[in-house]
């Protein structure tokens, strides 16, 4: 093992926590005790600063070593110093040393001997120096330094109560704390000394048992609710009271930082990462504020990884004035002022879930006020198959309420804007606040093209004047009512002009046949420029019924779709043997085309 090696690749943590003893030094190992080792490896000016103040303090660390990522297995010199600040300061007496150290799977368990006068008043610091054991390389200091935490234990001594009280007066060492003994009998009478609690007034011990405790960098405490500002705390864990300013606050000045984070990682069932709650007509549930003006900032990061959860839930529940479930903003060209990401892959998820009963509420409200840059007063992003970027709610069944709603006074920008589909399953209103059909628009609809999902259907009536002699030897008389052919042998036709792309799904004549000879026949054809002709649909008349609407609704689909390109249409009046119809006894009244069209 090299030096640089010990120099940057060592890395311990644990907790350090003194103790008041009897006893005048111990030192144990995981692997076994070293009670000897240390003795002789400690300087005789250590033993000396250890025991001649009268008042020793067993200092309990435990660690877990690690090199180059891994748990240490081996043998390694340790040295341990007490500091009286986090970096640099003071030494406070002399440096400990443990030499030939067995290490196992990285655990260090070890009791060093400190004058109770170094750790009285203010938190102190225990430095740790270690390289490999036979080795002349320098010790590598690892950072940090450990904060020293001083709780009281119980012990058992058979001196008698009031000796040791008077040595506890008499101790000019322990004049920071006090001892309060218990006695009691065994069954030959004798007295004994049973328990004993200390209490410091400088404020470093905590009276009655096992209350505040440290693992490595991080103090914690399990015995109950916490209050700051009030001795009943009733609401939940943790309840901060404070008249004035902020209870509870989260600053975070990195570009990239984070003030309050709240996570719910709760598989399932209602779980909440941070809840907000504001009576005030004024308040805010949660108010989240990024002041850094560039980079990747979040004034509050909702996250949920359950199905039924919420990454941010605020609740306004004022019913009148502006009441705001949560209000976020952000200064950041590329900041958000609120995002909320649901990645969970499956359920009904939320991003940001924002709800409000109030008339006049929003239940959320994002302002992004920086002048340039892509900002967002609201980012809402989901990535489960069912779940919802951004998901507006507005169950108040009076006043006007919005779900969403979104405002811009920038000439270029978008009171909303979407890429991709959209849906609205009520009417919707362009410039109309009361819109009385699916779309209703009040001003001028502009459009490329008519798409229509189901075609429309259409209907083209040709009336009975447009008819007119196949060759100028009919004779056809108009009588305003009808028309029909007093002489000649000419047939009757009509020009019929359709939209392209249209398709004839029926015909339907309207014919005066009161004769016993042959039935009147109106054809729809299709005319080629090279004279050919292709019947798109045909009716006929039957027996001498008089005025009948006689009707075709299976036109031939291999030319009912009008290409007038390449085509002419026109209508035929004739009678079954194809000859013309003479007599007013068989006329045409009209012709109605049907068809449908997917565009207009």
């Known amino acids: 093992m090299d030096e640089a090696n010990h120099r940057t690749s060592f890395r311990l943590r644990g907790t350090a926590m003194s103790r008041f003893v009897t006893t005048a030094m111990t030192c144990s190992l995981l692997a076994g005790t070293c009670a000897s080792t240390l003795a002789q490896s400690l300087p005789p000016s250590v033993g000396a600063d250890a025991t001649q103040a009268g008042s020793t303090v067993t200092l309990a660390y435990d660690g877990e070593l690690r090199l180059h990522g891994e748990r240490l297995n081996g043998v390694v010199d340790l040295q341990f110093a007490l500091f009286d600040a986090v970096s640099g300061g003071n030494q406070l007496g002399t440096t400990l040393v443990v030499n030939e150290a067995s290490i196992v799977d990285g655990r260090i368990a070890i009791d060093l001997p400190i004058a109770a006068q170094h750790l009285a008043g203010g938190v102190k610091y225990l430095q740790i120096s270690v390289r490999e054991s036979n080795s002349d390389a320098e010790m590598t200091i690892l950072t940090p330094r450990k904060p020293v935490l001083v709780a009281p234990v119980s012990i058992a001594s058979h001196a008698s109560a009031d000796t040791d009280a008077a040595n506890a007066d008499a101790d000019p060492a322990e004049s920071n704390h006090t001892t309060t003994f218990q006695s009691g009998t065994d069954s ?6 049973s328990s004993h609690t200390m209490t410091s007034q400088s404020g470093g011990f905590i009276d009655g048992g096992v209350g505040w405790q440290a693992n490595g960098d991080v103090l914690f405490y399990n015995n109950g609710p916490v209050g700051i500002g009030t001795n009943n705390p009733t609401n939940g ?13 989260g600053t975070s000045t990195a570009g990239n930082g984070v003030g309050v984070f709240g996570a719910a990682n709760a598989g399932s069932g209602f779980a909440v990462g941070t809840y907000g709650w504001s009576a005030s007509n004024g308040g805010r549930g949660v108010f989240g504020d990024t002041t850094a003006g560039t980079g990747a900032t979040v004034g509050v990061y909702g996250n949920s990884r359950s199905n039924a959860g919420t990454g941010v839930y605020g609740n306004a529940t004022s019913g009148t004035g502006v009441t705001y479930g949560g209000q976020f903003r952000t200064a950041s060209n590329a900041g958000r002022g609120v995002f909320g990401a ?32 892509v900002t967002y007063g609201v980012f809402g992003h989901a990535n489960s198959t069912s779940g919802h970027g951004v998901y507006g709610y507005a169950d108040g069944d009076t006043g006007t309420n919005y779900g969403v709603r979104g405002k811009t006074d920038s000439a270029n920008g978008y009171g909303g804007y979407f890429e991709g589909r959209g849906y609205f399953s009520g009417n919707v209103g362009i410039g109309v606040a009361d819109p009385q059909a699916e779309l209703h628009v009040a001003g001028t609809v502009r459009a490329g093209i008519f798409d229509f999902v189901e075609p429309k259907l259409q209907v083209i009536s040709i009336g009975s004047s447009a008819f007119i002699g196949s060759d100028s030897s009919a004779t056809v008389i108009h009588d305003g009512w009808s028309a029909y052919v007093t002489s000649g042998t000419a047939t009757l036709g009509a020009p ?25 026949r109106v054809s729809l054809v299709q005319h080629e420029d090279n004279g050919q002709s292709n019947v798109i649909a045909t009716v006929d008349s039957t027996g001498s019924s008089g005025t009948v609407a006689y009707q075709d609704l299976s036109p031939n689909t291999n030319y009912n779709l009008i290409d007038n390109e390449s085509y002419q249409y026109q209508l035929h009046v004739t009678d079954t043997s194809n000859s013309s119809i003479i007599g007013t006894s068989r006329r045409i009244i009209r012709v109605v085309v049907r068809y449908t069209i997917n565009e207009l």
């Open 342 to 373: 649901a990645t969970s892959g499956t359920g009904v998820t939320y991003g940001v879930y924002g709800w409000t009963p109030s008339n006049a509420g929003r239940g959320v409200f994002g302002d992004s006020t920086a002048g340039g840059g």
């Open 496 to 520: 019929v002009v359709l939209p392209d792309g249209a398709t004839v799904v029926a015909i339907v004549a309207v014919i005066e046949d009161s004769s016993s000879v042959a039935d009147v």
């Open 237 to 249: 864990r943790f309840e901060v009271i404070y008249s004035s300013g902020s209870s509870i606050r």
């Open 188 to 193: 030959q009478g004798t007295n004994h000394l």
